[in-house]
């Protein structure tokens, strides 16, 4: 009988990515206590410390902060250090950006795109000037990019899909991507809300918004926050307002 299917181990599947090709793996998580519901980090670590030691993935906090250890599972992003593995789960990197190897994507595409356009514009050091609650709430962002999942605009940099429909033919991120994402667009919504924002900066903020590609937000159904900010009422709905009077 192998590990995978003991009675009472909990059966995932794990996709490993090398060399261009993919194979999914099956694991059995050996539960600690008889009523637990591992987190999928605690079944990657698990798998890495036993039958899959060059398994390849990324955590940094554990606690929900940081973001990295975003993964998909069941085709859905969710944040791996939080996210409980049911029996059957099937997990992967996310489909939303190019994978390095096993779960780990390159991340710097979409950070990169915005290397000079975050400039406050503000005068002088007004440290008693308090932001508004909705710069405060947009600060909850941990950077885990779940909201890249079905969101059309950041399709725009993989021929309108995601990037294993390319063949290789993938954009450079090293240069950032051309087209934005909630992400980037929620940089932009915060500083346009810094109390220290200009309307001339505020107006730039709109720019890069519609360079961006805001125009593929018009329309869609909104887009999913890993922690649960309201990307499109305090993020895409503010911004589209902005470039409508602009």
Same mark, same amino acid.
């Given at each position: 009988?192998?590990?995978?299917?003991?009675?009472?181990?909990?059966?995932?599947?794990?996709?490993?990515?090398?060399?261009?090709?993919?194979?999914? &793996?099956?694991?059995?998580?050996?539960? !600690?206590?008889?009523?637990?519901?591992? #987190?999928?980090l605690d079944v990657l670590l698990q798998a890495q410390a036993t039958t899959m030691?060059?398994?390849?993935?990324?955590?940094?906090?554990r606690a929900r902060n940081c973001g990295v250890c975003t993964i998909d599972i069941?085709?859905?992003?969710?944040?791996?250090? !939080?996210?409980?593995?049911?029996?059957?789960?099937?997990?992967?990197? #996310?489909?939303?950006?190019?994978?390095?190897?096993?779960?780990?994507?390159? !991340?710097? =595409?979409?950070?990169?795109?915005?290397?000079?356009?975050?400039? $406050?514009?503000?005068?002088?050091?007004?440290?008693?000037?308090?932001?508004?609650?909705?710069? %405060?709430?947009?600060?909850?962002?941990?950077?885990?990019?779940?909201?890249?999942?079905?969101?059309? #605009? %950041?399709?725009? @940099?993989?021929?309108?899909?995601?990037?294993?429909?390319?063949?290789? @033919?993938?954009?450079?991120?090293?240069?950032?991507? !051309?087209? =934005?994402?909630?992400?980037?667009?929620?940089?932009?919504?915060?500083?346009? /809300?810094?109390?220290?924002?200009?309307?001339?900066?505020? &107006?730039?903020?709109? $720019? %890069?918004?519609?360079? /961006?590609?805001?125009?593929?937000?018009?329309?869609?159904?909104?887009?999913?926050?890993?922690?649960?900010?309201?990307?499109?009422?305090?993020?895409?709905?503010?911004?589209?307002?902005?470039?409508?009077?602009?």
């Amino acid at each position: 009988m192998t590990e995978d299917t003991e009675p009472g181990n909990l059966r995932v599947e794990i996709d490993i990515h090398r060399d261009g090709e993919m194979q999914r &793996a099956a694991f059995g998580y050996r539960r !600690r206590t008889p009523d637990e519901r591992p #987190m999928a980090l605690d079944v990657l670590l698990q798998a890495q410390a036993t039958t899959m030691p060059e398994l390849a993935f990324r955590f940094g906090c554990r606690a929900r902060n940081c973001g990295v250890c975003t993964i998909d599972i069941n085709g859905k992003p969710r944040i791996a250090c !939080r996210a409980r593995v049911r029996d059957g789960d099937i997990l992967s990197p #996310m489909a939303t950006l190019p994978v390095l190897a096993d779960l780990v994507v390159r !991340r710097d =595409g979409v950070a990169r795109q915005l290397r000079g356009r975050l400039q $406050a514009g503000g005068q002088g050091n007004e440290l008693n000037v308090e932001a508004p609650k909705a710069y %405060h709430d947009l600060t909850a962002c941990i950077e885990c990019y779940a909201c890249l999942d079905n969101c059309p #605009m %950041h399709a725009r @940099n993989f021929g309108g899909g995601v990037p294993a429909d390319m063949a290789g @033919n993938l954009p450079d991120p090293g240069a950032g991507y !051309r087209w =934005g994402n909630p992400f980037s667009l929620l940089k932009l919504q915060r500083l346009s /809300l810094d109390p220290l924002a200009t309307d001339a900066s505020r &107006a730039e903020v709109t $720019a %890069h918004a519609v360079n /961006l590609g805001l125009d593929a937000c018009r329309g869609c159904p909104g887009c999913k926050c890993g922690v649960g900010i309201d990307l499109k009422g305090q993020v895409i709905g503010p911004l589209l307002q902005a470039a409508k009077k602009a």
